[in-house]
């Protein structure tokens, strides 16, 4: 049973709009979020991350949300460009637990021109 | 900047052989790790080692052995490959085991392809 679920295999954006990713986990422990982002033949890249005393982390054009309720956190890109097209992964861990952080399976984000 | 370095990046190996998956790090960080990749799926963790001498088991450590030669290099061992084993891994590393804003740094994979 998967702790960490990203619903959407995939989504297309035009360039310029906003795109939305979304992250579903079932752990209520987790209390430490990050996204990655993967081209292909490259390793995955941090790109951002959230604390679960937070419920909103910004860098540039990335923001991350988290709705500890609902287990829920997206990654919101404004605008979005051509070379944000990449496989985003999130991932969870417990801090006190160390890095062993659980990863969804990926969604592929195509910016359209 | 090297980072995270990976050898080799394409490996076919036949089922019952063995193969050692080489991983160093420049970056003087304490902590490293080995993922496996499979379609449809996220990254899993193999092993890990959260200092030099000492590692400890992830989630799918079965059928691997892993080597934290030096703080730079941890080696990922298949003593007798299996189909199963088919996959993209990835090495890791990072500053410390714990603690928040401690992002692993990732090489660009292993694919390794089991006959």
């Known amino acids: 049973d998967q702790q960490v679920k990203q619903n959407s295999p995939s989504l297309s954006v035009q360039e310029g709009r906003i795109s939305i990713l979304n992250c579903d986990y079932t752990?209520?422990?987790?209390?430490?979020f990050l996204w990655y982002k993967k081209y292909p033949a490259e390793g995955p890249t941090f790109l951002i991350s959230?604390?679960?005393?937070?419920d909103k982390n910004e860098d540039g054009r990335f923001t991350v949300f988290l709705n500890k309720s609902a287990k829920h956190l997206s990654l919101h890109i404004v605008p979005s460009q051509p070379g944000d097209s990449a496989v985003y992964f999130c991932?969870?861990?417990?801090?006190?637990?160390?890095?062993?952080?659980?990863f969804g399976p990926g969604t592929r984000l195509s910016v359209l021109p | 900047n090297a980072g995270v370095t990976q050898t080799p990046k394409f490996q076919v190996l036949k089922t019952g052989q063995s193969m050692t998956l080489q991983c160093a790090q420049d970056?003087?960080?304490?902590?490293m790790y080995w993922y496996r990749q499979d379609p449809g799926m996220g990254l899993r963790l193999i092993y890990y080692?959260?200092?030099?001498?000492?590692?400890d088991k992830g989630e799918v450590p079965n059928g691997y052995n892993v080597s934290r030669l030096n703080k730079r290099e941890f080696s990922l061992r298949l003593e007798s490959a299996a189909p199963s084993q088919t996959s993209v891994y990835f090495c890791?590393?990072?500053?410390?085991?714990?603690?928040?804003?401690?992002?692993?740094?990732f090489g660009d994979g292993t694919r390794l392809s089991i006959l």
């Open positions: 080692s959260a200092s030099e001498g000492t590692t």
């Open positions: 991932a969870a861990s417990v801090v006190s637990y160390g890095q062993n952080f659980v």
């Open positions: 752990n209520s422990m987790f209390d430490y």
């Open positions: 970056m003087n960080h304490n902590s």
């Open positions: 959230i604390s679960s005393i937070k």
């Open positions: 890791a590393s990072s500053e410390r085991i714990s603690g928040p804003n401690q992002p692993q740094h």
